[in-house]
């Protein structure tokens, strides 16, 4: 993972003041570690109660194996917190995954994606690049609160520079 993906992650949950909070229910969505660590658990690990991975494929950090690319194995209303990076452009349908993901957080819950807004090619599928209304036309079609929502063009260092993170806090309102 891109060194700007771990900062913008630390900033968009500074901005909903979650490392005031503990023993958190978090999910990852598409956290899975490919020859090095895709998640942000060491970010959380102070608050977490449960730190869940979901993956459409098997890995090592894996917790929950989706059984489909819209289907998140757990309860309705489960999480606190969702976070995804580097994941939605790689999505087909990038609405009905960010649905799946309001099904199973929590009211008044967060969730915090990253995706990139520019760069090249960097995967068998790669379907998107989020630009500056993205995020708020799908949060506002699954019926998200939109928090706060910003592309980083600051990244100095050369493996965050090409992607631009487009970074979206929503919350499930209550």
């Given at each position: 993972m891109h060194p700007s993906s771990?900062?913008?992650?630390?900033?968009?949950?500074?901005?909903?003041?979650?490392?005031?909070?503990?023993?958190?229910?978090?999910?990852?969505?598409?956290?899975?570690?490919?020859?090095?660590?895709?998640s942000y658990k060491t970010l959380f690990e102070?608050?977490?109660n449960l730190y869940h991975?979901?993956?459409?494929?098997?890995?090592?950090?894996?917790?929950?194996?989706?059984?489909?690319?819209?289907?998140?194995?757990?309860?309705d209303n489960y999480y606190d917190l969702i976070v995804s990076g580097q994941t939605i452009e790689h999505v087909k349908n990038p609405f009905r995954l960010v649905a799946e993901m309001k099904r199973v957080l929590k009211p008044n819950g967060f969730i915090i994606?990253?995706?990139?807004?520019?760069?090249?090619?960097?995967?068998?599928?790669?379907?998107?690049?989020?630009?500056?209304?993205?995020?708020?036309a799908i949060a506002e079609d699954v019926g998200l609160e939109?928090?706060?929502?910003?592309?980083?063009?600051?990244?100095?260092?050369?493996?965050?520079i090409p992607w631009s993170d487009h970074v979206f806090i929503g919350r499930k309102n209550g």
């Open positions: 771990i900062k913008n992650m630390k900033i968009a949950a500074e901005k909903i003041d979650i490392f005031s909070q503990f023993n958190l229910r978090i999910l990852d969505v598409g956290g899975r570690d490919l020859n090095q660590d895709r102070s608050i977490v991975i979901a993956d459409i494929s098997p890995g090592e950090m894996v917790t929950h194996l989706m059984p489909g690319l819209y289907s998140i194995p757990s309860a994606l990253i995706a990139p807004s520019t760069g090249p090619r960097h995967d068998v599928i790669d379907c998107w690049r989020i630009m500056d209304d993205g995020f708020k939109v928090i706060d929502d910003w592309i980083d063009k600051t990244a100095t260092d050369k493996k965050s």
